[in-house]
């Protein structure tokens, strides 16, 4: 069958790259290679691989593509998924011969609510649906397909059973042709990352248990599996020869220094490449690796600290003490390793006070560039379990506005989702609006004209964040 692995088109600004922890319209702009679409793509001879959002394609754009192909796979999330049985009931339209399903963590979780929810799907992949989606496009029986939930002629809905855990990751064959068949690199910013940069996984699974955290909880698990290090190697000088644009290597592992073994001798390779590169971390890895790295070009890590309170990391199963995050955040500083820190305002135990006190904590660990999102239950989170239970969730409020705005969708009886949502505008702005933290910017942008108009531009971009979410207190 031709193939066609679709990011469907969306509201302006939305970045779905599943490599992406929320899908959402960012502060800045910011679009993540659609790393695991690529994969289920990766696996069908001669599929094409179509990332509309970045690329900045509406419908109209992809119709002769999709009345052109015979099986077609969607990448859906829970903020996107209205909008792309939308899509799919256009594509059916137009191609009522085709085969449409979806793959992503909402359909992993909710396979029977998402088919009787898309009338246009013929099927859904469940948890790791690479092999399924092989399958699926080399015309096996369906019925003996694992991780395949589908519809049948007489419209009743099958669910097979689970398809056994991939260990061995190198027999998932690279998405780096297909980026360079299908993607333009120029399309994909990070507000933290050089631009152009590449990002890909070298392994899925986190073994912490954050109860927020999407990937491992629906797809990923918790057993870290990945690349051997010949592989990553070999992916490395494919991108040094046919990106030599790329500035920059994202290695997107849910955390990449799950396994310090394997991350030092990882980097230890890419020095000898003569790579720059970045990835995920926890705030606990020790500083003789951070040195390893470091020494092997490690430029930047992007870290989850989530909250400043001992409390709340606990309630949200974290597995971090403040203190190591502070040791951690001083290595970083000393050995010049650039952070990106990530927070998140709304989790189990947030209150007024704490919300200061991640205020402070931030301040103190001072990351280069940080991003504040608001807890966000995903289904198939222990969050989400958890919110249902205790009726946490606001009664009118979804995970996103109609124009892809992150808007706040718990409400504690001490603290309202109003206010959580203000709180973001509110930690920015004390963040940001420092003289020391405006003085470091000035003087990274006085390094390059390059990086003077970049940083310009996001100014532009972040201001008008703000002023988008002033306008919907107001209103």
């Not at 609006?433 to 003085?439: D, L, Q, V, W």
Request: with cysteine.
């Amino acid at each position: 069958m031709k193939s066609l692995f679709l990011q469907a088109p969306s509201f302006d600004g939305y970045d779905g790259g599943a490599g992406a922890r929320y899908q959402m319209k960012r502060e800045v702009k910011s679009f993540w290679y659609p790393t695991w679409l690529a994969q289920a793509a990766a696996m069908v001879e001669g599929a094409k691989l179509i990332d509309a959002p970045p690329h900045n394609l509406k419908f109209e754009d992809i119709v002769e593509d999709v009345k052109a192909h015979d099986f077609i796979v969607i990448h859906t999330s829970t903020p996107s998924f209205k909008s792309d049985c939308k899509t799919a009931g256009l594509i059916r339209e137009l191609n009522p011969t085709a085969i449409i399903g979806f793959i992503g963590a909402k359909v992993a979780v909710e396979p029977e609510e998402s088919l009787k929810a898309c009338p246009a799907l013929n099927f859904v992949a469940r948890n790791e649906y690479e092999f399924t989606i092989k399958e699926l496009a080399e015309g096996a029986d369906w019925s003996t397909i694992k991780g395949l939930s589908y519809r049948t002629a007489d419209g009743a809905i099958v669910h097979n059973p689970e398809r056994e855990v991939l260990m061995d990751w190198d027999k998932l064959p690279s998405v780096l042709p297909l980026y360079k068949k299908w993607l333009d690199t120029s399309k994909y910013f990070g507000g933290y990352l050089k631009h152009p940069y590449v990002s890909y996984y070298t392994g899925r699974g986190c073994k912490s248990r954050c109860t927020f955290c999407l990937w491992p909880q629906t797809i990923g698990g918790h057993n870290y599996r990945f690349h051997s290090i010949e592989r990553v190697v070999r992916d490395v000088k494919y991108i040094k020869e046919n990106f030599p644009e790329a500035k920059e290597i994202f290695f997107d592992d849910d955390t990449l220094t799950d396994n310090h073994e394997r991350v030092e001798a990882l980097a230890v390779e890419l020095g000898k490449l003569g790579v720059t590169w970045s990835c995920n971390a926890k705030a606990n890895v020790p500083r003789k690796t951070l040195e390893v790295m470091k020494d092997n070009g490690l430029r930047l890590l992007l870290v989850g600290y989530e909250s400043g309170n001992q409390k709340i990391l606990h309630n949200i199963k974290k597995g971090l003490l403040v203190d190591v995050a502070r040791r951690f955040a001083k290595d970083c500083h000393e050995l010049g390793i650039i952070v990106h820190g990530t927070f998140i305002l709304g989790l189990p135990g947030e209150t007024r006070e704490t919300i200061l006190e991640t205020l402070q904590f931030a301040k103190d660990v001072n990351p280069r560039t940080l991003q504040v999102s608001l807890a966000a239950p995903y289904p198939g989170t222990f969050l989400y379990k958890q919110a249902k239970e205790n009726g946490w969730f606001a009664s009118d409020v979804d995970l996103l506005t109609d124009d892809g705005t992150q808007i706040a969708p718990l409400n504690y009886p001490h603290l309202g989702h109003t206010e959580i949502f203000e709180a973001v505008e509110m930690f920015y702005k004390k963040f940001y609006f420092r003289p020391s933290k405006i003085a470091e910017i000035v003087g990274e942008m006085l390094t390059s004209r390059e990086m003077l108009v970049r940083r310009l531009r996001e100014g532009v971009e972040f201001f008008s964040f703000l002023k988008n979410r002033e306008d919907m207190v107001v209103s």
